[in-house]
């Protein structure tokens, strides 16, 4: 009964239905808004269609990533695949042993494609042609009574490496799809991020692991540093430090990397503290802003009940009487400043680094101009093993198809006065180049060719 049981389990046929059954999960998954995916959209068809949300959530269809039917499927699919590895391992090992049951006759030898007799020089017996099989990477058993000599003789093995791989590319992207985070944050320079949730962008809101927490980081960025050579931006040094006080030095193509985060550079921006004072030089309120106005992007700010429409001009200059930049190199930043008080224009100017404006017996002044980052957050656990298992696939494909097996069985005899040797082989694949192979090799190993016939 237990036999039977895991036969079942290893069938082609619970495969199939296994594989059928998870694409009818995922196909409900597009179909059907999910918490952790859609939540606006879950949250206003719940508000609709109460009843029928509540029948859903019942069955966990509105989680059916991580419901119990998926997360069982998905167990029943890697058993099925470890118990086709397990019970293939017998055949495997079977093949790959050398035994004496395998020395046949070469003559009455059925499935060799290769057969021939050749007549041995002078001085050579059965030993030294086994030896000269050795010498060509074939294993050999018996004597020149009776041998058989096998090429690639762990082969088959590949067969195990590549259902291996198979199984670490599915646990790998199983896991990367229960635990991927992803998400943006924006940080200035001089900024600590200690990983909260409250601090990435909402827009796009971050998507959440199903299985796991957020990202575990703790750095505080150092300093931002644009790169940019004769008018042209080339790259980016972004350094921080992490909690152990290790800095690291990020660019556009090396992420910093954390508790399986990337941290991947994707925009720059400015980061003014702008100051308002009133006539007296009284602070009235202040802040840092993170303004997107770089490559002559328009963004605002709000301070002290005012409005502040800004432009940004890294190498401001006045052409014609209008702001401009001479460069995209930071040698002379200003802004130029907008100010509107409910919905009405009450004055403008412009403000360089360190600098100040004066509108309606206000001061606005610029009192440091770092930059700010943002990061493109993403959190996967199952990538090394994804990886690894497209690897060891690579590898067992060249393993099985470069390194493929040969084998060869053979007998000395005397005929007509002379010791003759005759041959049969054969090959996994290829069976054209294998005969050509195997004619070349013995016609090297024995000389002249007296006799040779092939088998369809």
């Given at each position: 009964?237990?036999?039977?049981?895991?036969?079942?389990?290893?069938?082609?046929?619970?495969?199939?239905?296994?594989?059928?059954?998870?694409?009818?999960?995922?196909?409900?998954?597009?179909?059907?808004?999910?918490?952790?995916?859609?939540?606006?959209?879950?949250?206003?068809?719940?508000?609709?269609?109460?009843?029928?949300?509540?029948?859903?959530?019942?069955?966990?269809?509105?989680?059916?990533?991580?419901?119990?039917?998926?997360?069982?499927?998905?167990?029943?699919?890697?058993?099925?695949?470890?118990?086709?590895?397990?019970?293939?391992?017998?055949?495997?090992?079977?093949?790959?042993?050398?035994?004496?049951?395998?020395?046949?006759?070469?003559?009455?030898?059925?499935?060799?494609?290769?057969?021939?007799?050749?007549?041995?020089?002078?001085?050579?017996?059965?030993?030294?042609?086994?030896?000269?099989?050795?010498?060509?990477?074939?294993?050999?058993?018996?004597?020149?009574?009776?041998?058989?000599?096998?090429?690639?003789?762990?082969?088959?093995?590949?067969?195990?490496?590549?259902?291996?791989?198979?199984?670490?590319?599915?646990?790998?992207?199983?896991?990367?799809?229960?635990?991927?985070?992803?998400?943006?944050?924006?940080?200035?320079?001089?900024?600590?991020?200690?990983?909260?949730?409250?601090?990435?962008?909402?827009?796009?809101?971050?998507?959440?692991?199903?299985?796991?927490?957020?990202?575990?980081?703790?750095?505080?960025?150092?300093?931002?540093?644009?790169?940019?050579?004769?008018?042209?931006?080339?790259?980016?040094?972004?350094?921080?430090?992490?909690?152990?006080?290790?800095?690291?030095?990020?660019?556009?193509?090396?992420?910093?990397?954390?508790?399986?985060?990337?941290?991947?550079?994707?925009?720059?921006?400015?980061?003014?503290?702008?100051?308002?004072?009133?006539?007296?030089?009284?602070?009235?309120?202040?802040?840092?802003?993170?303004?997107?106005?770089?490559?002559?992007?328009?963004?605002?700010?709000?301070?002290?009940g005012y409005e502040f429409i800004t432009n940004f001009y890294p190498d401001y200059y006045l052409e014609k009487g209008t702001p401009a930049t001479k460069s995209q190199e930071f040698k002379n930043p200003t802004f130029s400043i907008v100010i509107e008080q409910g919905g009405k224009k009450i004055g403008e100017g412009i403000v360089p680094k360190n600098g100040a404006m004066e509108f309606s017996g206000y001061r606005l002044e610029m009192q440091e101009l770092p930059f700010w980052v943002r990061f493109y957050v993403i959190k996967e656990r199952g990538v090394s093993i994804l990886?690894?298992?497209?690897?060891?696939?690579?590898?067992?494909?060249?393993?099985?198809?470069?390194?493929?097996?040969?084998?060869?069985?053979?007998?000395?005899?005397?005929?007509?006065?002379?010791?003759?040797?005759?041959?049969?082989?054969?090959?996994?694949?290829?069976?054209?180049?294998?005969?050509?192979?195997?004619?070349?090799?013995?016609?090297?190993?024995?000389?002249?060719?007296?006799?040779?016939?092939?088998?369809?």
């Amino acid at each position: 009964m237990f036999n039977k049981l895991i036969k079942s389990l290893a069938s082609l046929r619970f495969t199939i239905a296994l594989i059928s059954l998870l694409a009818v999960i995922f196909a409900l998954g597009l179909i059907i808004p999910q918490k952790s995916l859609v939540k606006e959209i879950y949250f206003e068809w719940q508000k609709n269609s109460p009843a029928l949300v509540a029948f859903l959530d019942a069955l966990q269809l509105t989680e059916i990533y991580t419901s119990w039917l998926t997360l069982s499927l998905w167990g029943f699919f890697f058993l099925n695949l470890a118990l086709v590895i397990w019970l293939r391992m017998p055949l495997v090992k079977k093949r790959i042993e050398m035994s004496e049951s395998r020395i046949v006759d070469p003559e009455t030898a059925t499935g060799y494609i290769f057969r021939g007799s050749y007549a041995l020089p002078a001085g050579m017996d059965g030993s030294a042609v086994i030896d000269l099989l050795a010498k060509r990477g074939y294993a050999v058993l018996g004597d020149e009574h009776g041998f058989f000599g096998v090429k690639n003789r762990y082969s088959p093995l590949a067969f195990v490496f590549f259902h291996l791989s198979f199984f670490l590319i599915l646990l790998g992207g199983a896991i990367s799809f229960y635990t991927t985070f992803i998400g943006y944050v924006d940080l200035a320079q001089g900024e600590t991020f200690m990983g909260e949730l409250e601090r990435y962008s909402q827009a796009p809101p971050p998507a959440l692991p199903k299985v796991g927490g957020i990202p575990k980081v703790a750095f505080t960025i150092t300093s931002v540093t644009p790169q940019v050579v004769r008018n042209t931006p080339t790259g980016i040094s972004v350094k921080l430090m992490d909690a152990g006080g290790t800095v690291h030095d990020l660019g556009i193509n090396t992420p910093y990397i954390t508790d399986n985060t990337f941290f991947v550079f994707k925009h720059l921006g400015m980061a003014p503290l702008f100051v308002l004072k009133d006539a007296s030089g009284k602070d009235i309120e202040g802040a840092f802003f993170k303004l997107d106005v770089l490559q002559g992007r328009q963004d605002r700010f709000k301070l002290g009940g005012y409005e502040f429409i800004t432009n940004f001009y890294p190498d401001y200059y006045l052409e014609k009487g209008t702001p401009a930049t001479k460069s995209q190199e930071f040698k002379n930043p200003t802004f130029s400043i907008v100010i509107e008080q409910g919905g009405k224009k009450i004055g403008e100017g412009i403000v360089p680094k360190n600098g100040a404006m004066e509108f309606s017996g206000y001061r606005l002044e610029m009192q440091e101009l770092p930059f700010w980052v943002r990061f493109y957050v993403i959190k996967e656990r199952g990538v090394s093993i994804l990886y690894a298992g497209f690897i060891i696939a690579c590898c067992a494909v060249i393993w099985r198809l470069l390194f493929y097996r040969r084998e060869i069985v053979g007998t000395v005899k005397d005929e007509d006065g002379e010791r003759r040797i005759v041959i049969a082989a054969k090959s996994e694949f290829y069976k054209n180049l294998a005969e050509d192979e195997f004619a070349k090799l013995f016609d090297e190993m024995f000389g002249d060719k007296l006799k040779l016939k092939t088998d369809d």
